[in-house]
């Protein structure tokens, strides 16, 4: 099929439509479509919340990274919140793992699956070394990228596992959605002040969180261990 050139007023949508393909994999992926019928393997469910809620400690890192090296306070306030409430969703996350028969000292015992170490590798080498503009475009993709796939799937016939209904719900959600566009606003106001060299390494960013969004999906499908 022939790609038309991505030619948009906003660096976002630019984004976004380079990164057209990994999103489109991720969307068809074996996993995300037996998340959708209600038909994935619990096995492979278990392990990606095993997973998750590792990632979600470093994410929780990297979001008081960004409230420390925000330039406007405003931002600094808003992601300064965002670290609080990956807290409090660590804890969730504690209770979710119950449901599907994972305890507390489980999560704790969890090794990083490579896909899961390389990500959060990226994203917290990225906040250390990286400017703020990189680092806002690196997050990106996990944020837009899980309200879109939430709300593509909560298009389709409700799955009839509830547990999987409700995490696409969760991402369908309109906070979920407010907080995404939120984070698009401020990737494209940095990018609107930043330098040609800037702009190419947020696009890098953006890019290499994609590819990395997409591992951790084939990471749960194929039970990667440490």
């Known amino acids: 099929m022939l790609r038309l050139p991505c030619v948009n007023e906003r660096f976002t949508d630019a984004l976004r439509c380079e990164a057209e393909p990994l999103w489109r994999a991720q969307l068809e992926h074996p996993f995300v479509q037996g998340l959708a019928a209600g038909t994935l393997d619990p096995e492979r469910f278990r392990r990606y919340i095993r997973q998750d809620y590792l990632f979600l400690l470093e994410y929780a890192r990297l979001l008081s990274l960004a409230s420390a ?14 670290t609080l409430e990956t807290w409090t969703e660590v804890e969730l996350h504690r209770s979710y793992a119950v449901e599907w028969g994972i305890s507390a000292a489980e999560l704790d015992a969890e090794p990083a699956a490579p896909a899961t170490r ?3 590798d990226f994203l917290l080498r990225t906040a250390a070394l990286g ?16 309200s879109e796939l939430g709300r593509r799937l909560a298009g389709l016939p409700r799955p009839s596992e509830e547990r999987y209904a409700r995490w696409i719900e969760l991402y369908a959600s309109d906070d979920f959605g407010e907080l995404a566009s939120w984070c698009r606003a401020v990737v494209d106001a940095e990018a609107a002040a930043a330098s040609l060299e800037t702009r190419a390494r947020m696009r890098a960013a953006f890019l290499t969180s994609s590819r ?9 499908w194929e039970l990667q261990s440490s």
Do not use: I, K, S, T
Not at 134 to 139: G, I
């Open 69 to 82: 090296r925000a330039p406007r306070a405003d931002v600094a306030r808003r992601f300064a919140e965002l």
């Open 118 to 120: 390389a990500y959060a």
């Open 131 to 146: 400017d703020f503009p990189e680092l806002v475009a690196a997050l990106l993709p996990c944020v837009w990228g899980y």
């Open 212 to 220: 990395h969004e997409l591992a951790f999906w084939q990471m749960g």
